[in-house]
């Protein structure tokens, strides 16, 4: 069940890394007056959290149970991105 999980979560997260680079073809780019470095940095921010949350996230799944934990980390980071 934690397999299928983790595949559910990296899919996301490869969601939305593609997210960012198809606003930016839609014309979010232009809008916010955005060049490609900035543009690349928004996409790294994604890696951060990732890189971050990996290790406590790993250590809560011990502690935890792994719906309750990667329910939990799936809301923390989704309202992170929003704010």
């Known amino acids: ?35 490609s470095s900035e543009l690349s940095y928004c996409v790294a921010f994604f890696y951060i959290g990732f890189m971050l949350f990996q290790l406590p996230g790993a250590i809560l799944v011990r502690v935890l149970t792994p719906p309750v934990q990667l329910g939990c980390a799936a809301a923390l980071w989704g ?3 929003t704010v």
């Open 1 to 35: 069940m934690v397999a299928i999980d983790v595949v559910l979560l990296t899919w996301v997260s490869t969601q939305d890394r593609s997210d960012v680079g198809n606003a930016a073809v839609a014309g979010m780019d232009k809008d916010l007056n955005m060049t």
């Open 79 to 81: 309202a992170a991105t």
